[in-house]
């Protein structure tokens, strides 16, 4: 069993910064890729940023150059972080972490953009 504890959303103003954290425990075994999804209101999920093990980085048109995926191995820990906000990254952002055989994802957290 794989748990993953997302933290650090909130409602921040346009132009805003804020730095998501995903934390994995339980039976991880190895290093793994993992990711950042969003879900918009009434939209469907999406990817906004990925991380393999080595440290090679993807990110989603929308975000690149505004935001950055990092991991610390040593605390099977993620981050994103997220400057330049602007409203239409209001989401449910969700941390994952990919097994060949199974996929995990944290129960979210919301970030919410708006004067």
């Known amino acids: 069993q794989v748990q993953l504890v997302e933290s650090g959303g909130g409602l921040v103003q346009p132009g805003g910064s804020l730095r998501l954290s995903c934390a994995a425990s339980?039976?991880?075994?190895?290093?793994?890729?993992m990711a950042w999804y969003r879900q918009p209101p009434g939209n469907q999920r999406e990817l906004v940023a990925a991380i393999a093990p080595g440290g090679t980085t993807n990110y989603a048109d929308s975000v690149k150059g505004r935001f950055t995926i990092t991991r610390d191995n040593a605390k099977n820990t993620v981050y994103l972080q997220m400057n330049s906000l602007k409203p239409e990254d209001t989401a449910v952002y969700y941390c994952?972490?990919?097994?060949?055989?199974?996929?995990?994802w944290g129960q979210g957290t919301q970030v919410t953009v708006s004067s």
């Open positions: 339980g039976s991880i075994g190895s290093i793994y890729p």
């Open positions: 994952k972490l990919s097994r060949t055989t199974m996929s995990y």
